[in-house]
């Protein structure tokens, strides 16, 4: 079975520059979870869907970063402008349903410059 | 709120010893608990997932303990090994399936 699927691995901005991050869940999960996680910190939800729909985004800032999850499979987070705080690794992750075991992509690796 | 506290922050040890990773929590209405580990510049494994009506998992070298009333869960890890050497994280699900994490405990295995 594919694991949770994402892209770029790395990437190097100058703030105030765009990024985008897809992902590609487990195939069947319904659930779709983004997390910033900052070194030396536990994961921080961004956002969780359940299929096509938002469940949690209160922690997402708004006014910089947004995603979306077309047709309930893949999703794409974006930061537009970046700052120099959002350097962290972006961690997809996606479970059957909600309450179940999460399986977690390998991460995209941000850096602002 | 739920908050999930996970000491010591860091942990070495030698090799072969068996070792216990403690992770608290402040509200016993938990839906399940999840331990994962995270080797650096990787994401996160999920290695146990207790069910609030459980007692304990097992998997492998590894066993993980729920004490709901106490607000308390152990990772056991037997006859350690270097390759255990990464950070391991529990994460509390609450009863709406918001997961609420601990900050990790760096392991550190010696050969």
């Known amino acids: 079975e594919a694991g949770v699927a994402q892209s770029p691995r790395y990437k190097i901005i100058e703030k105030r520059q765009s990024v985008a991050f897809w992902c590609n869940p487990i195939?069947?999960?319904?659930?779709l979870y983004w997390y910033q996680q900052i070194l030396g910190q536990g994961p921080k939800l961004l956002i969780q869907f359940q299929n096509n729909g938002v469940v949690d985004d209160s922690q997402l800032p708004k006014d910089r970063f947004s995603a979306e999850r077309l047709k309930g499979v893949d999703s794409t987070l974006k930061i537009q402008p970046a700052k120099l705080e959002d350097s962290a690794v972006y961690l997809c992750?996606?479970?059957?349903?909600?309450?179940?075991?999460?399986?977690f992509g390998e991460g995209s690796w941000l850096t602002v410059v | 709120k739920q908050e999930v506290t996970q000491i010591p922050a860091a942990l070495s040890v030698p090799e072969g010893e068996n070792l216990v990773l403690n992770c608290s929590f402040t509200d016993s209405a938990i839906y399940n608990l999840q331990w994962f580990r995270q080797d650096p510049g990787k994401g996160l494994t999920s290695l146990l997932l207790i069910q609030s009506s459980q007692r304990e998992q097992t998997s492998g070298r590894l066993n993980a303990s729920l004490d709901k009333s106490s607000g308390r869960s152990t990772l056991y890890i037997a006859a350690s090994q270097p390759g255990d050497s990464a950070t391991y994280l529990c994460?509390?699900?609450?009863?709406?399936?918001?997961?609420?994490w601990g900050a990790g405990t760096k392991l550190i295995i010696k050969p």
């Open positions: 994460a509390v699900i609450d009863s709406n399936y918001q997961l609420i």
């Open positions: 195939s069947g999960h319904a659930t």
């Open positions: 992750a996606s479970s059957l349903l909600s309450g179940n075991t999460i399986y």
